[in-house]
């Protein structure tokens, strides 16, 4: 539907009035929400009506700290849930912490006596007197001996194994 000077008067009067576009797109009918903001910026109108807010900023609300979730609940659930139970499926825990090892101090190297066969796990602050590394045995590519290497790497998400096998 064309503006004609009838319409752009009573766009004017409705802008000036306070209404929002998609209030004025409704009474002038025919016309978007966005036809009408377009309309406003080709004409230059701007000083609008105050509103009937209060110009006082509104008080934030408090949120009271949530209790812990399961792990479907981690992220919230606005819009679109369709994919939520995907993943849901795909969630793993995190595995419990493992339990730190006593070192015999027999098998404690410091960076002095370290070696590339031995676990490079540091132990301790490094500003302290006792600070060492684990020393143990290791056996692969990685730097610590088994049960530092359970510590420091996670097991891959489900997902990725699942990409990486095919």
């Known amino acids: 539907m064309a503006w004609t000077d009838d319409r752009v008067e009573l766009l004017k009067k409705l802008w000036a009035d ?9 009474r002038l009918g025919g016309v978007t929400r966005n036809a009408v903001i377009g309309k ?11 509103s009937s807010r209060s110009s006082a900023p509104r008080p934030r609300r408090s949120h009271a700290p949530r209790p812990n979730r399961g792990p479907g609940l981690t992220f919230g659930t606005r819009g679109n849930v369709a994919l ?7 969630y793993e825990p995190v595995p ?6 006593v ?5 404690r190297a410091s960076i002095l006596t370290l070696k ?15 600070f060492h590394f684990c020393g143990r045995k290791k056996d692969g590519p990685t730097p610590y001996c088994d049960h530092h290497a359970r510590m420091a790497y996670q097991p891959a998400q489900a997902r990725r194994r699942r990409q990486a096998g095919g």
């Open 40 to 50: 406003v910026h080709r004409l230059g109108l701007s000083g609008r009506a105050t």
């Open 84 to 90: 939520k139970p995907t993943f849901e499926a795909e």
């Open 96 to 101: 419990a912490p493992v339990a730190e090892l």
């Open 116 to 130: 590339e066969s031995m676990c490079h796990w540091p132990i301790g602050d490094p500003t302290e007197e006792d």
């Open 18 to 26: 306070g209404l929002s576009a998609s209030q004025i797109a409704g």
């Open 103 to 107: 070192i015999p101090l027999h098998e």
